[in-house]
Nanobody, 114 residues
Framework: QVQLVESGGGLVQPGGSLRLSCAAS????????MGWYRQVPGKQRDLVAT???????NYGDSVKGRFTISRNNTKNTVYLQINSLKPEDTAVYYC????????WGQGTQVTVSS
């Protein structure tokens, strides 16, 4: 049973930074791709960033240049460094992983407000 546990969310002022972590219950080398998505109430879940087993990255247009995804295979953890936060970044951020199936974490709330 794969478990993904997100952490690092919280309340931050506009312009601030956060680092989200997604810890997997086993080796992340099994996953062809891992990533972060975000969702606000009443809207679809949107791509934030993905990283492949070979560390190739992809970003949603709204976060390019501000967000950075990375992975630590030793710690079985994927990170999302979020800089220059804007109020429109407020959402629940979900970790995702895929091997032959799709796995999701429970989400961590990020709120950007003054």
């Amino acid at each position: 049973q794969v478990q993904l546990v997100e952490s690092g969310g919280g309340l931050v002022q506009p312009g601030g930074s956060l680092r989200l972590s997604c810890a997997a219950s086993g080796s992340i080398a099994r996953f062809s791709i891992m990533g972060w998505y975000r969702q606000v109430p009443g809207k679809q879940r949107d791509l934030v960033a993905t990283i492949s087993r070979g560390s190739m990255t992809n970003y949603g247009d709204s976060v390019k240049g501000r967000f950075t995804i990375s992975r630590n295979n030793t710690k079985n953890t994927v990170y999302l460094q979020i800089n220059s936060l804007k109020p429109e970044d407020t959402a629940v951020y979900y970790c995702h992983a895929r091997d032959y199936l799709d796995y999701w974490g429970q989400g961590t709330q990020v709120t950007v407000s003054s």
